[in-house]
C-alpha cells in the first residue's frame, strides 16, 4: 500500500508540474480556422507558444513596461475580447502609439469603416492573415495586452511525412517567423 501511495504522489506532482508548464511557460495546441491563412492550416497545425511573461516587464531600450519581447508582426496567442472563454490567434500589425487605419481592404471614402485610430498605451492592434476570414481588432478594436497569452514561434504539420529529405524537418515543423522584417535604406 504505501508503495501505491508513492506513485500516487509521484504521479500527482508530475500532473501539477505539466499544469504549470502549459499554464504558465509553453503549450502545444491545435489550430482551427482559416484566419491564419497561409502561415498556419485550418485544421491540422500544432502551434509552439511561448507564454513567459517576457512581455511584461520593461524594456531596457523605451522603459515600457507592456511590450518587451513583442514586436509588429509577431503571430499571438490571445483571449477574444468579446468572448474570454476563446482563444484566437492573430498578428501584431500595430503597437502603442501606432496610427493603424481601421481597415485597409474596405473600398469606402470617408466612411468610418475606414478611419484612422491610435493605438491606446497597453493595447495591441491584431489581424489575422487571411483578412477575408479574419475577425480581429477590425471588428472588436484595439486588445488589452492583458489578454495576450503568448507568442507562436513554431507549428507542426503532423500530416508530412515524419522527415522531410529536402527540408530535414521532422513531422512537418517549421519556425513561425515575422514577416514585418524591417528593411534598411541603403
Known amino acids: 500500500m504505501q508503495q501505491v501511495l508513492?506513485?500516487?504522489?509521484?504521479?500527482?506532482k508530475c500532473f501539477?508540474?505539466?499544469?504549470?508548464?502549459?499554464?504558465?511557460?509553453?503549450?502545444?495546441?491545435?489550430t482551427r480556422g482559416e484566419s491564419m491563412l497561409p502561415t498556419l492550416a485550418p485544421h491540422g497545425d500544432f502551434v509552439h507558444v511561448l507564454k513567459g511573461r517576457v512581455h511584461r516587464r520593461p524594456a531596457p531600450d523605451t522603459g515600457?513596461?507592456?511590450?518587451?519581447?513583442?514586436h509588429m508582426g509577431d503571430c499571438v496567442v490571445l483571449r477574444k475580447p468579446n468572448d474570454p472563454r476563446s482563444r484566437v490567434c492573430k498578428r501584431i500589425t500595430g503597437m502603442p502609439g501606432d496610427i493603424i487605419e481601421v481597415d485597409p481592404s474596405y473600398d469606402g471614402v470617408d466612411d468610418e469603416e475606414s478611419a484612422l485610430i491610435e493605438v491606446p498605451k497597453g493595447h495591441v492592434w491584431v489581424t489575422g492573415d487571411n483578412l477575408s476570414y479574419s475577425l480581429d481588432s477590425r471588428s472588436y478594436s484595439a486588445v488589452p495586452l492583458g489578454?495576450?497569452?503568448?507568442?507562436?514561434?513554431?507549428?507542426?504539420?503532423?500530416?508530412?511525412?515524419?522527415?522531410?529529405?529536402e527540408t530535414g524537418a521532422w513531422f512537418g515543423y517549421r519556425r513561425i517567423r515575422n514577416n514585418y522584417l524591417e528593411v534598411s535604406a541603403d
Open 6 to 12: 508513492g506513485y500516487g504522489s509521484t504521479l500527482l
Open 16 to 30: 501539477c508540474l505539466l499544469h504549470q508548464v502549459h499554464a504558465h511557460f509553453y503549450e502545444f495546441t491545435e
Open 64 to 70: 515600457d513596461s507592456s511590450t518587451r519581447g513583442l
Open 147 to 165: 489578454l495576450l497569452l503568448g507568442k507562436v514561434v513554431a507549428a507542426n504539420d503532423f500530416s508530412k511525412p515524419a522527415r522531410n529529405p
